[in-house]
């Protein structure tokens, strides 16, 4: 992990179209800004966890299903 640090109103470059900026820190929170192509999905850590559970879970029920028709086609 790469690890920087950074002052209120400055920011980090990722790449040609990835700019995060420290807009505020107010006690233990930072408040950030980040500008980037909408083809980029940007998500909390803990919601794109989330999304990612969720999406296995359905992963393994469509699984599930087509063993079960698999089953009954016998």
């Given amino acids: 992990m ?3 640090t950074r002052k209120r109103n ?3 470059q990722i790449g040609e179209d990835i700019e995060i900026k420290i807009l505020a820190i107010e006690g233990d ?3 950030i ?3 980037a192509p909408k ?3 940007i998500h909390r850590k803990e919601i794109y966890v989330d999304i990612q559970n969720q999406n296995n879970e359905a992963a393994n029920v ?3 299903l087509l063993n079960l028709l698999k ?3 016998q």
């Fill in 2 to 4: 790469l690890v920087l």
């Fill in 10 to 12: 400055e920011a980090i």
């Fill in 29 to 31: 929170q930072i408040k």
């Fill in 33 to 35: 800004g980040i500008e």
């Fill in 39 to 41: 083809s980029i999905d």
């Fill in 62 to 64: 469509s699984m599930g």
């Fill in 71 to 73: 089953e009954t086609k």
